[in-house]
């Protein structure tokens, strides 16, 4: 029996479907959490500042906001067992009140714990394999990943194998822990990017070359925020054993060149921009060539270990396609409408991936109650193999499902409030909380989702609309990727009032393009009309087959501009 | 010096649990109506300095002044929409905050 099968008997209902902790890693959170309880104390009593505690609650993610402190949560590439999902629905209702959110960058959110209560919920979250750990601060922040990893058919290789070995690079790395500003690394291993690789600092994208070997393209100095870009292509295929010490090239570079002295100029898509690409690349290469790479070594055991945690479940033999679906279907529409919108295709003959929007017509997008977390645990546990993913769309995904079970399914999730059929629709938002809770915004985003969201209420328009990304931001941070929004909108404060910025054209994949202002700012109130002026233009423009930014590339935007401007003449409300 | 144009407040968050606070007459209070007004510069010079006294008490933190507008009844009201939400709660959540009763409105 391997060490990893030895692990997997001693925890009989865990899935092999994650990376699970060995003794040095539950070593580690632990004295983390003892650290932190220990510098949670000396603040209390007056030993530390606040100017001295904030690195060390930031560096635990606690965070103060608006109305109390906030706790992020890392959820490392997105991928939870049910065992931790309900430990996070307990932690919600022991600490917190009840609910949690979860963020494009697959974190979950408390927005109102104690700072005396949090070495608990670390504790707490440290018994399921959780932390916190450098979800703030300048550090290299929790690696994400394609939400449909190692069930995508379009997949080359899951890409949570290479996001845990960077994971276990990054943390606590003593080199990195003080970049001159916070550091994003995405992966993904699929023909599609569904984790919006090309707005990181650093994006992976698993290739093949022409002999067959696995590598990757490297992508650097792509981000959203105060100045969004599109990252560049810095190395064209990066063999795995040198993944790491390029990695570390880059790193250096940018912990070096970056700017230090202004904040807002101190992310690496400033360093790439001004210097240019072939500048960085220069000076990657030339770091790459001169390091001790024998640090950083490729080791295919090691790899082969963590890998080994992402093994498929046990899948059962089936046939391609479910007779009972197909009656399912057409016995209950609204089931049909589920499978049709929120269900996708899996590499496994016979299963499905399964998006559970947790963006209920006029809800708070990304929000759950515990009780839904429960329901979620539990429909993993039910219907897939125990394993849950967190979408930078803010969805929950049920990665393993038999298209046999998903009536069963849809049924239980229906009577938790979570079947809404709407994924990728103009009502599946993507919102940062915004002013609502954060201390850094400038205006509400989620009323503004809200009020989109009841604006196409009727489902049946929704699905007549088709795919259609909306997402807004609360202040120029761009937490809620409104600047590769099909439809972005960014709230800022004009003359002591909200006001909302829209853009056209945002796209968060490998065609990816950075959204285009429409013109003035508009109010709160005028949003939804707004939206729904931009839709019907687009309706009437589309053709066969047409999403709404392909229209939108193709027409240009200034059509855009221009059917708005009628439109406010017309004595419309815009 | 900042021109004083209007009556303001202190406004802090409590060290313990992060819930925001207002300096009244004696001491932080959970109700901002019942927080002590500054009407003329010397006044908001002097809550601030009550203010820095609490952050070297450990007492509060992110401690700062906001203009607000004063009732009929006396009790001043934010004027801007951050305070506003601050005093109230997540206007997405009624049933969270001060609004809802947790600390006092």
């Known amino acids: 029996m391997t060490a990893v099968d030895l692990r997997v008997a001693q925890r009989p209902n865990a899935p092999m479907t994650t990376y699970r902790y060995d003794e040095y890693d539950s070593a580690f959170v632990r004295e983390r959490v003892a650290e932190f309880r220990e510098q949670v104390n000396r603040r209390l009593s007056g030993a530390l500042t606040e100017e001295e505690f904030r690195p060390f609650r930031l560096m635990n993610g606690l965070y103060l906001q608006l109305h109390a402190y906030m706790l992020r949560v890392a959820i490392p590439y997105g991928t939870l067992t049910a065992r931790q999902m309900r430990r996070l629905a307990d932690i919600a209702d022991k600490w917190d009140r009840g609910y949690g959110h979860f963020t494009t960058r697959q974190n979950l959110q408390y927005n109102w714990p104690k700072l005396v209560d949090t070495p608990d919920i670390l504790e707490s979250l440290a018994d399921v394999e959780m932390h916190a750990i450098q979800t703030s601060g300048n550090c290299i922040r929790n690696v994400t990943a394609d939400h449909f990893a190692g069930v995508a058919p379009d997949e080359i290789e899951d890409p949570r194998p290479t996001a845990e070995f960077l994971r276990q690079w990054s943390s606590l790395h003593s080199e990195f822990s003080f970049l001159p500003r916070k550091f994003k690394i995405a992966v993904t291993g699929a023909e599609h990017d569904r984790a919006a690789i090309l707005v990181h600092d650093i994006g992976l994208r698993i290739v093949k070359n022409d002999t067959g070997e696995i590598g990757y393209q490297v992508v650097v100095g792509g981000g959203l925020g105060r100045s969004p870009f599109i990252g560049k292509v810095v190395g064209d295929f990066v063999p795995r054993e040198d993944l790491l010490a390029f990695l570390e090239a880059i790193l250096r570079v940018y912990n070096r060149f970056g700017r230090r002295d202004n904040k807002y100029k101190a992310r690496v898509k400033i360093l790439v921009h001004e210097k240019g690409i072939d500048e960085i690349r220069a000076a990657v290469e030339a770091e790459f060539a001169a390091m001790d790479r024998s640090a950083f070594d490729h080791d295919p055991e090691e790899f082969e270990r963590i890998a080994a945690f992402f093994a498929p479940p046990p899948y059962e033999s089936l046939p391609a396609t479910s007779a009972s679906l197909r009656a399912a279907k057409l016995e209950t529409p609204a089931f049909a409408n589920f499978v049709d919108v929120n269900v996708g295709a899996h590499k496994i003959p016979g299963y499905a991936i399964v998006t559970v929007s947790l963006k209920p017509i006029g809800g708070v997008p990304g929000d759950a109650t515990s009780d839904q977390m429960r329901v979620l645990a539990d429909a993993s546990e039910r219907f897939g193999f125990g394993e849950l993913r967190v979408s930078h769309e803010q969805n929950i995904i049920l990665p393993h499902v038999k298209q046999d079970d998903l009536f069963a399914l849809w049924s239980m999730l229906d009577a938790a409030s979570l079947a809404t059929a709407n994924a990728g629709l103009v009502s599946d938002i993507i919102s940062c909380p915004g002013l609502d809770y954060c201390s850094l915004a400038t205006a509400r985003s989620i009323p503004i989702a809200q009020a989109i969201s009841k604006r196409f209420s009727d489902m049946s328009r929704q699905r007549r609309i088709g795919k259609l990304g909306v997402k807004i931001s609360g202040c120029i941070n761009a937490c809620g990727h409104h600047h590769v929004g099909a439809i972005g909108i960014l709230g800022l404060e004009k003359k002591g009032q909200e006001s909302y910025q829209i853009t056209l054209g945002g796209d968060p994949t490998f065609s990816a393009s950075i959204g285009e202002i429409l013109g003035p700012g508009v109010t709160a109130e005028q949003v939804p009309d707004v939206v729904e002026h931009l839709v019907d233009y687009y309706l009437a423009e589309r053709e066969e087959g047409e999403a709404f930014i392909d229209t939108w590339r193709r027409i240009g935007h200034a059509r855009f501009k221009d059917v708005l401007r009628r439109e406010g003449e017309d004595g419309a409300d815009i | ?105």
């Open chain 2, 1 to 105: 010096m900042p021109v004083f144009k209007h009556p303001q407040i202190l406004i802090a968050s409590n060290l313990t649990d992060g819930e925001v606070v207002f300096l009244g007459s004696s001491g932080w209070e959970r109700d901002h109506r019942r927080a002590r007004i500054a009407r003329k510069a010397d006044e908001a010079t002097e809550l601030e300095t009550l203010g820095k006294r609490d952050i070297s008490a450990n007492r509060v933190v992110d401690v700062y002044l906001a203009d607000v507008e004063i009732g009929s009844d006396g009790a001043p009201t934010p004027l801007h929409y951050r305070e506003k939400m601050r005093v109230k709660g997540p206007s997405v959540r009624l049933d969270l905050g001060k609004q809802a009763g947790e600390g006092a409105l």
